[in-house]
Structures are given as structure tokens and as C-alpha cells.
């Protein structure tokens, strides 16, 4: 919702975010979803899609390294890397300071997104849509993965939330979990983001959480502030290994220079140990094992959209 010159983000009909827009770069819509490209006051370009901001030059680089480099850190030699989402680009330019990944393939539903990415996005993405490892497909992920029999060390969901009528409802299902489970490399890892974990608001962190912990042998839930959505926002990483082996201080300062990614400017060992430090009661809720009424123990995500 805009009015005069503010962007105004609803959350849950009890409470919301306003933003001053200064200047509108591109202000559009594609067969998915409503796109707006714009200056905002305090955080500089910024993207939001269907009215949620998404993504600003203030703090892209605190979302996009939280969200990338521990998945690629807990692999031991990552390579081959698959992408769901990640229309502005930024995702393609962390994976790609990793000097082990020889081959990025990147699937994304909306080609209007992309292509507005690469003209009025360029920070993010940083010419990497044009890398020689990088293949770009416009098209379902779900469908992409199902037809393939590729395997990838990584598996990256960067998506927008999964609200009962949007286009990435069907990738936060444990249906979807086990399609990626069944395309990752023995010691694959998949990483997400798993919505706000603030408290109050958390039960759809935790349903990701306890659904990982179901499809996954290993699963982690963790966390950081993100100053444009003005919340504490949650990510999830599961594998078919131990997650933790490699996040040892040492191992992750260490893994971090071997592979060149010395230009970071938010996440390293501390950091990471701030954000798997969860509080107590988001630690509480993803260990409580017990059965729902239809006797599943894989929570149900309810997402719905605000009023405007």
C-alpha cells in the first residue's frame, strides 16, 4: 500500500513499517507480483515485491551473507550450487567469493524481476548474472528440480514469503524438502529463510525449524536483525551430515581466508556464533517434539496476507 510518498508494509493487522520513498526508479508489474524499485529514505535503493520489502542497499550485504555463508562454510568443498529465487542478483555475487564453485545454476519464476535486477540493482549482483559458472533460468524451481537428476553441494532458497496465495507456497513443504534432500551430494546442504523469529510472531520460524528437523538427519535455525524489515528475521540450514563439525571458530576464520572470502562485511566466526545463539524461547519451541491433532509432527506454516 502507498500513500502520497510512504510505503506502508501491514504485518498481521496489528501492527506495520512505514517507508519514505525519495524517488521512484521503476514502479511495475509482471504476471506474479507487483514490483517497485525505489529511493528510500535511511536505506538507499531498495526492492519490494507485492508491497514487502525485500532487499535495500543498507543492509544487503547483512541478509545475503547470513542467508549464503554458513551453508557454503559447512561444506567441505562446495562446487556445484542450485539457486530458488534470488531475483536481485546478490546471492550469485556471495556464492560466488567462494573460489571451490565451478557452476551456480539460478531459477527464478519472474523474468521481470531479473531483468530489472541487472539495469537498476547492479550493487547487488555486481555483473554476476554474466559469471561463465552462472546458468539463469526463468522458470518453477519445483518443477526444475523434479525433471533434473543433477546433485549439488548447495542448495539455495532465496524466496519471497509464503503467503497461501503466492508464487513460493510449494517450496515450504516438507514435499519440497525431500525433492532437495533427494538432489544434494551426501554431505549437500540447503540453507533458507525462514521468516521473522521475534517473539510473538515466531510459530512460522518454528514450523521450518521442526519441519527441517524432520527431513533432515541435521538442521539448524538461526537468526539475525535486519534493519530494513525493522525485525529479528530467521534462517535454517539442514544437511545429511553433521552441520556443526565445521563451525568451529578456527575451522570457519580459516575456511573463510582458504577460500578468498576475505571482503565480508558482516558475517565471520563471532558473528556466527551470535546468530546460533538463539534465546531461550525459540530454542524451547523448536526442540518440543509433540505430535499435532492430525498426528504430524511436521507443523503447518500459516501464512497469510495482511489487509492493505
Given at each position: 500500500m502507498r500513500s502520497h510518498n510512504w510505503v506502508i508494509e501491514f504485518r498481521h493487522n496489528n501492527r506495520a513499517n512505514m517507508y519514505r520513498v525519495l524517488q521512484t526508479v521503476v514502479s511495475t508489474s509482471s504476471k506474479y507480483q507487483e514490483i517497485l524499485i525505489a529511493e528510500v529514505q535511511?536505506?538507499?535503493?531498495?526492492?519490494?515485491?507485492?508491497?514487502?520489502?525485500?532487499?535495500?542497499?543498507l543492509d544487503k550485504d547483512i541478509y545475503h551473507e547470513v542467508l549464503i555463508h554458513p551453508a557454503l562454510v559447512a561444506h567441505k568443498h562446495p562446487k556445484r550450487v542450485f539457486v530458488a529465487g534470488g531475483g536481485e542478483g546478490a546471492v550469485l555475487h556471495e556464492i560466488l567469493k567462494h573460489n571451490t564453485v565451478e557452476r551456480v545454476v539460478m531459477v527464478d519464476i519472474d523474468d521481470v524481476v531479473t531483468d530489472l535486477a541487472k539495469i537498476h540493482l547492479k550493487d547487488w549482483h555486481q555483473g554476476t548474472f554474466d559469471d561463465k559458472r552462472v546458468e539463469l533460468i526463468n522458470g518453477d524451481a519445483l518443477a526444475y528440480l523434479a525433471a533434473s537428476e543433477e546433485h549439488f553441494d548447495c542448495i539455495i532458497m532465496d524466496l519471497t514469503d509464503p503467503f497461501e496465495d503466492g508464487i513460493s507456497q510449494s517450496l515450504f513443504t516438507s514435499e519440497f524438502f525431500h525433492l532437495v534432500k533427494s538432489h544434494l551430494t551426501e554431505d549437500g546442504v540447503l540453507a533458507m529463510q525462514s521468516e521473522t523469529s521475534v517473539y510473538g510472531d515466531h510459530s512460522n520460524y518454528v514450523a521450518i525449524g521442526k519441519t527441517l528437523q524432520n527431513c533432515f538427519p541435521s538442521a539448524l535455525s538461526y537468526q539475525a536483525f535486519m534493519p530494513f524489515y525493522g525485525l529479528p528475521w530467521g534462517f535454517a540450514i539442514a544437511g545429511k551430515q553433521d552441520l556443526r563439525a565445521r563451525f568451529r571458530p578456527q575451522t570457519l576464520t580459516q575456511t573463510l581466508i582458504d577460500r578468498g572470502c576475505t571482503d565480508l562485511k558482516f558475517y565471520d566466526a563471532e558473528t556466527h556464533q551470535h546468530m546460533f545463539?538463539?534465546?531461550?524461547?525459540?530454542?524451547?519451541?523448536?526442540?518440543?517434539?509433540?505430535?499435532?491433532?492430525?498426528?504430524?509432527?511436521?507443523?503447518?506454516?500459516?501464512?497469510?496476507?495482511?489487509?492493505?
Open positions: 535511511g536505506f538507499g535503493r531498495a526492492l519490494f515485491l507485492d508491497g514487502i520489502p525485500q532487499s535495500s542497499a545463539a538463539l534465546p531461550k524461547y525459540l530454542r524451547a519451541d523448536l526442540s518440543n517434539q509433540e505430535m499435532d491433532a492430525t498426528g504430524s509432527n511436521s507443523p503447518k506454516l500459516a501464512v497469510t496476507r495482511p489487509f492493505s
